[in-house]
């Protein structure tokens, strides 16, 4: 019974942290949606696949999220037809690769400023590597859980028209949008033209705002559930696997490294904290392992899986998984050898 | 199955790739560490000592402590067991560095019982420690052997010397490499100097030879390159001018123990009531500090206080211009030293207010929360004291009254420890004329001057006793005390030095 109630107050507390965050992205997200021009920012991203990936890692400080906000973010990017590059750059790194975690990092281990250093490269090196791999995939749809990828088909058509047309005039057609306002589909293309309209002389838009409001409530409704499960699969882990049996996994470098990894995606921390809680192993684990925990950590824990599966089908998160643990692996294993 | 591999995406190949590339990766860097041909392996495996404080550094007594960092977490009792420390040119002397051992996290202190010995270089050697992991009960790989070479400032002192052409010149002496050389031109007598705490200079006063007048009052102070401890040899000897004497004449200074602050007191020449102490901070313009006149004076430390005596006590003086007197203690007469940290110096009562040790002197020990502890009562002078580089012990040049058919003042050197009080003498002097006393950073050895007045030589107007005698010629002595209380049977060594001169004073 105890272990029942071990198990809610952890499923709380990764809510209770997660959420302000989860909100802080849709509220980014969706302000990206209504008050950036998609078009001009899209059209800024670096097309070449390597660079893209490289600037959609940085972009995380602008974006100052955990790991929990860069999801609706990335996905408001893929969906806006972002390089698939940039947005799984974003995905990766965000959560690491901004202020707030890099200055959090910096406070807990002022004394090894090395943690703070390799933490930035390892982050920035494994997110555009793997956003690398993915630009292999030019359409972004088959990665994409149906629903989401429709989504992208319905702009990339009216994108289609409004480009054959080059009438924006069309689509400030505000009675036809207001009526169908409320279904997602058509939302993306009331968002479009909201931004469209944003070039325009700026007027105080009711619509517009609402328009807002909807898309925020839409993306916490399908992200919160997401969150929820994925916490109260972390916090039922937690129960049944505590976090000393991980730890008392670690018995050498290789292995230590491994626990550190395993113990990231188990306890689910948030980025902007988890400096400071895996500063309290910093003196029974390698620098290597420290290193694996936080860079590991930030992209792949099981709480975010659950949020990434609102956008990618099951086997993408595999790769995405899998590839992610190897290079941190082989990275973190070749500090602590070569270091 | 031929039609699935065909529905693969790009992004499936891709990731395929990726995978099987990186497993591949792995499995070399795991197996690295498995192909060795003796001592090497592919891939060194093993843990290693990261970082080491003191690796190629010259350690010298403000040094305490160093650092092991390792890059994994290590069996405390296996390094402990294994670390080695010698000294190069005698690897049979065993344990020349002892101290004490704690861990903080991968982090290994080593804190040492006294300064390390100087003239010596050292050895770091950690060989056959293992790592050990939280998880494990088993010792895991053995350290990559660790060999570091650290070493301490050669024994240096300077004497103003008073033979021949050495006369009045700054002499260095270097003890490890047995050389001497004159630092200072013929031109200039030096009257007084201080070693700044880097040793790579000396800050002095000195008066032109032709001087005839006023003597010791027409100094200036000048610094010069000792060569030293990192600096070049061929740059030993370049003189600079610090404060020179043309509208006030220089009659003290004193230089703060970390060597940025300097405190001269001077007086002006065309006023000779505008007499005060002034402060010169990094070379900058000589600040006034605007206090009430006083007499002998010492820098603390912290370089916020300056203890001077004024009146019949001691006055505790504020290193800022204009400053309100931080304190005074009516009570005591004169301030001999700071400890090292300083938060305690030791002062002397003369008990003039005191009818029962009327004629006695008592040594104090005062701290900076103004707690006063007597240490010793005597019917003869405490004429200096310095303290050991822990501070712990003090030794000092003090007299015996001998109430014989005259009185005489029969002047000893002391050793006193703190903690019981106990006041050992070392040897006795023959004579206490202006006797300096300097005791080695290391503490290993107390060096002395015994100076000889001649009042017929009166063509010398700058080298003079406080009493204005003429000093025609000087011996140094070294004495070695015991390294500890305990072994006081066994006598202290004590060994003219070939040296004339006098004044003589370790390098830090």
Known sequence: MSQLYNAFTLFLSLLVEAIPFLLLGVLLSSALLFFVDERQLISKMPRNPLLGSFVGSCVGFLFPVCECGNVP?????????????????FLLAAPTINPIVIWATWVAFRDQPEIVVFRIIFSLFIATTIGWIFSFQKDPRPLMQTELAKRVINRLTASSNRDSENTPALLRSGTFLLAK????????????????????????????LRLFLDTVIQEVRELGGMLVLGSAIAASIQVLAPRELILNWGQDPITSILAMMVLAAVVSICSTVDAFFVLAFSSAFTTGSLLAFLVFGPMIDIK???????IFKPRIIIYLFAIAAQLTFVLTLSYSYFF | MKKQFIDLYAIDR??????????????LLILGGWFCWGDRCLIETGPKVREFSWQDRIVNAEDTAFVLKFNRPMSRESVENNLKITITERPEAEDPLPGKISWAGRRMAYTLDFPAPYGNNYRVELQRATEKFQGSDHPGKTLQPFTAEFKTPDRVFAYIGLEGKERGRLILYNFTQQEKISLTPPHLVITEFEPYPDGKSILFGAADRQVTKDGFLEQQLYRVTTGLYGGDKEIAGQIDLVLDNKEY??????????????????????????????????????????NPPGGVFLIAPDNQTIASAQGEGIALLSTQPDAEPLGFFA????????????????????????PDLLYTRSLY?????????????????????????VGDRL?????????????????????????SKKVIPLTTLPQYQDTHLSLSPDTVGLLFDQTIVDPQLTEENILRTNSGETIATGTIWLLIPPTSLDEMDTAPQLEELPFIGFNPKWLP
Do not use: H
Not at chain 2, 259 to 282: F, H, N, T
Not at chain 2, 331 to 354: C, E, I, K, Y
């Open chain 1, 181 to 208: 306002s409320g279904t997602p589909v058509l939302m993306e293309e009331q968002a479009l033209a909201a931004t469209l309209t944003k070039n325009k002389p700026k007027t105080f838009d009711r619509n517009k």
């Open chain 2, 395 to 419: 030794y000092c040049l003090l007299t015996n009254l001998i109430e014989d058919v005259n009185y005489v003042e029969q002047p000893y050197i002391a050793t006193i420890d703190l903690d």
């Open chain 2, 331 to 354: 009570q005591f007469g004169m301030v001999l030293a700071f400890t090292p940290d300083g938060t305690s110096a030791v002062m002397v009562d003369f008990n003039r207010n005191n």
């Open chain 2, 249 to 290: 004449q220089i009659l003290k200074f004193d230089l703060s123990a970390d060597g940025s602050m300097l405190v001269v007191q001077r007086v002006k020449r065309e006023e000779p009531k505008d007499a005060g102490l002034w402060v010169i901070r990094d070379d900058n313009a000589p600040l006034a500090l605007n």
């Open chain 1, 304 to 310: 975010a899986i659950g949020l990434m599966l609102s």
């Open chain 2, 14 to 27: 891709a990731a395929i790739i990726a995978i099987l590339t990186l497993s591949l990766i792995t499995i």
């Open chain 1, 73 to 89: 973010v990335a996905r408001r990017l893929l969906t806006q037809g972002a390089p698939t590059s940039v947005a799984i750059g």
């Open chain 2, 365 to 389: 020990l005062v701290n900076n929360q103004g707690r006063e502890e007597k240490i010793f009562d005597t019917k003869g002078s405490i004429l200096n004291c310095q303290f050991d580089a």
